[in-house]
């Protein structure tokens, strides 16, 4: 069980970077905020308040000016061992 949760947590994360990245990233935020206002209310602004960091980084990095993405080359970490853990 505990292999299976690594597992999706690993292509969660992957897939949230991606669209972070990506020129839809309001659509995932509202997803992913909506999902802790429904599991942890008090913590919604602060997830909402760190994605909205976690894209400005994502962004920098890739040296993407204005936070859209062009094509599709970005494939998220290298490998697992590049995934910092929760």
């Keep these: 069980m505990e292999a299976e949760l690594l597992a999706l947590a690993s ?5 949230l ?3 972070l990245a990506s020129e839809t990233w309001e659509r995932g935020r509202d997803a992913v905020v909506g999902l802790w206002r429904r599991a942890q209310p008090g913590r ?4 909402e ?4 960091e976690d894209r ?15 094509g599709s080359d970005f494939e998220g970490p290298a490998s ?4 910092d853990p929760l």
């Design 11 to 15: 292509v969660a994360g992957t897939a």
């Design 49 to 52: 308040s760190d994605l909205a």
């Design 17 to 19: 970077v991606n669209v």
């Design 80 to 83: 697992d061992a590049d995934v």
């Design 44 to 47: 919604t602004a602060d997830v």
């Design 56 to 70: 400005e980084l994502l962004c920098t990095e890739t040296g993407q000016q204005d936070g859209s993405r062009q």
